[in-house]
Every structure is written in C-alpha cells, then in structure tokens.
C-alpha cells in the first residue's frame, strides 16, 4: 500500500484502504512490509505508504527487495521477537508480494488469515484485478499446507473474531 505501487491503476483503493484501516485500528500489533526498489528507494516518497493509511505509534516496519516479504528481510526475527506464531495478511499486490508472502508464511507453520477484501492488484494482460483477487482468495483457501490451512475470510469477520 505505497504510493509507487499505485503510481499505476489498482482496484477499488478506497475501499481497500478503508479496510485495511478497520483491520490496522483493531490489530494488537501492526507490521507494515514496504518494498524496496528502483524509484521506490527506502524513504522516498514512492517508498511512503498512501497517506491515507493509519498508522500506530507502534507500527514495525520491514523493507523488502522481492515479492517474498521473508526472503533477506528481518520479518522472521520481528514474528520471533514478538512470539507471533498467527497472522493476518491484507496489501497489495494480491497476484505478487501477498500471494508469495502467504505461501511462505504457511511453509514455514505460521497459521495465515487473508482478509479476502483487503487485498488489491491491477489488471493484467490476459485477466482483470477483480478476477485475480477472486482466483487467489479461492487459491490461498484450498492451498494444501498439511496441517497449516490457510484461512480466508472478510474483513468483518476477522473483527467479529477478534472480539
């Protein structure tokens, strides 16, 4: 959710970003993953996150160079740090970094909730962003991880779990 990722079209970023927000307000802890490349050098503007974002006093931040928000980053160390073994996953770009960072995370045994609507992308050359964010939530919710399902669910219901 930073400004150089939509430099270009994504789908439906108010609504996204409204639930992202709902999710960050509620959230015990806030880890914001921020990628790292080209234009979007760390602390550039492109780098920020969309200023419509909330963000807690005591957001964590970690800068990632690839699609996969583990590989070469201190994301392990900061789950370690907090004794995180759960949890929930929203961003963009649904088909890109959130599909691999999910992936990983569910190899790696930590149990995964995808907010289904809090996820965004552009369209491709052969399928639409509405398409693809349908696709990957039926994906990540049949994804065989034995005995680590991936699970997925809306926004509203992941808060109704949370109380």
Not at 10 to 28: M, P, S, T, W, Y
Not at 118 to 134: C, N, P, S
Request: hydrophobic content about 35%; some cysteine; charged content about 20%.
């Amino acid at each position: 959710m930073q400004n150089g990722v939509f430099a270009s079209q994504r789908r439906d970023r108010a609504g996204r970003v409204e639930q992202i927000n709902r999710l960050i307000d509620q959230a015990g802890r806030v880890i914001f993953i921020q990628h790292a490349e080209g234009d979007m050098s760390e602390g550039s503007a492109l780098w920020d996150l969309l200023p419509e974002m909330h963000r807690p006093d005591d957001a964590i931040s970690v800068t990632k160079t690839a699609c996969d928000s583990f590989y070469r980053t201190g994301l392990e160390a900061v789950l370690k740090d907090l004794q995180a073994t759960r949890f929930t996953v929203c961003g963009c770009a649904t088909d890109y970094c959130v599909d691999t960072t999910i992936k990983v995370a569910a190899s790696k045994g930590y149990a995964v909730t995808v907010a289904s609507d809090a996820h965004t992308t552009g369209d491709r050359t052969h399928v639409t962003a509405k398409q693809l964010i349908a696709q990957h939530n039926e994906v990540w919710q049949e994804l065989s991880v034995p005995g680590n399902p991936v699970t997925v669910k809306t926004t509203s219901q992941i808060l109704a779990d949370w109380q």
